[in-house]
């Protein structure tokens, strides 16, 4: 007959505590310093990025700031460790204008270029930028209309360093399809949606403007997890349909 004492009982409850307190602390150390789990809340991103797609960022690639490092002190300003962005990133940064939001867009104007739109074709430091036209993209309406899918014009735009994405045209008039020359500052960043439509960006000076550099919070590396638009991740019941399977560990490019 075995008998099980109050202090094995005991010891076995604090292991458990011990563990479970250290795979938070290893949690809470991942999160602040290596990856941030991030989900895509708009459209401004399609078609690279949907609605319900969750992503990791990674905090280190562009060093360490005070909108990096939760809770860190006030006077931490600046950037630490890291190097900058290179053109074609798809960055998260905080809000210049609100610092308690956090946006996603593509990094298009290094410190010193001269960005400018015309007639929604891109140019940089008064060159245009090299773009093809592809197949319309047809899926989840990505231009804001009731309708729950369309067709839009899709375009393959290739920046200055070599990198490709794709870019979505819901308007062939939109209202930033024409745009002043933006002049980005030292030390910032200019930032585009590729759903250029429909992306409220640096595009938009009383908005976003010119991002500074501090304000970036790291690079968006893998999609982790997607759900379906208007789907609710907690609904574990509607996987199977909800889910985009596909997406899952896609790299962000």
Wanted: aromatic share 12%; proline share 6%; hydrophobic share 40%.
């Amino acid at each position: 007959m075995s008998v099980t004492t109050g202090t094995k009982t005991e010891g076995g409850v604090g292991e458990t505590i011990r563990v479970v307190i250290h795979a938070l602390i290893i949690a809470l150390v991942i999160r602040t310093f290596l990856f941030q789990p991030f989900n895509i809340p708009s459209g401004s991103m399609k078609a690279t990025l949907l609605v319900g797609d969750y992503l990791f960022v990674s905090k280190y690639s562009y060093g360490y700031s005070h909108y990096s490092i939760p809770l860190s002190p006030p006077l931490f300003s600046g950037r630490i460790f890291g190097s900058d962005p290179a053109r074609g990133d798809i960055v998260v940064f905080r809000l210049p204008k609100d610092d308690t939001t956090d946006y996603i867009k593509r990094v298009i104007g290094l410190p010193g270029d001269r960005i400018q739109v015309k007639e929604g074709l891109l140019h940089i430091n008064d060159v245009p930028v090299q773009r093809e036209r592809l197949s319309d993209f047809i899926g989840e309406n990505p231009c804001g209309s009731p309708q729950a899918t369309a067709r839009v014009k899709r375009w393959k735009e290739t920046l200055p360093n070599g990198v490709s994405y794709e870019t979505l045209d819901c308007d062939d008039n939109g209202f930033y399809d024409n745009t002043n020359v933006y002049t980005v500052p030292p030390g910032h960043f200019f930032m585009m949606g590729d759903n250029r439509d429909n992306s409220t960006d640096s595009r938009v000076l009383s908005a976003v403007g010119y991002v500074p550099a501090e304000n970036l919070i790291g690079r968006a590396q893998m999609i982790f997890f997607s759900i379906g638009e208007g789907e609710s991740a907690w609904q574990i019941w509607r996987w199977p349909f909800a889910v985009r399977w596909n997406r899952i560990f896609h790299i962000v490019r």
